[in-house]
């Protein structure tokens, strides 16, 4: 699997250019630390568990789970979790589709959006048609 790189993870703002927090943060991710019940791993779903520890290292509000416009009603809605800085635009860690992000969650509803179908209609909709002079 693939993690962000030790520079990418200075971008987190708690840890700008401090190389030895962002390389303690990219062992978790990949393994090299291991997880105990102080960091949060209670058993489950790994990725989650180490997203869970990034955030406490962190210091940050907590894991949150973001579902897509586009998902509302849905049983099982498609989303992603954040570790939540207390800004929408903050650069965070994000874990979508089993994959580790870097980037503000706001940035990360934005993207999706921009790519959705139904998303894209919905925002159309909601925009009220341009009146001429």
């Not at 568990?49 to 809605?77: I, S, T, W």
């Not at 503000?104 to 048609?129: F, I, N, Q, T």
Request: charged share 30%; glycine share 10%.
């Amino acid at each position: 699997m693939r993690y962000p790189s030790v520079k990418t993870l200075k971008a987190l703002e708690e840890y700008t250019h401090n190389d030895v927090a962002a390389l303690h943060i990219r062992k978790v991710l990949d393994g090299r630390t291991a997880l105990t019940r102080e960091s949060g791993f209670l058993g489950g779903d790994m990725k989650l568990a180490k997203l869970c520890a990034v955030d406490r290292l962190l210091g940050n509000h907590g894991v949150e789970f973001v579902k897509f416009p586009c998902q509302e009603g849905e049983y099982e809605p498609e989303g992603f979790e954040f570790s939540n800085t207390g800004d929408s635009y903050t650069t965070c860690l994000i874990l979508y589709k089993g994959r580790f992000h870097v980037t503000g969650w706001a940035d990360m509803l934005e993207w999706h959006e921009r790519r959705c179908a139904e998303c894209l209609k919905r925002s159309r909709e909601d925009v009220p048609a341009w009146k001429g002079r």
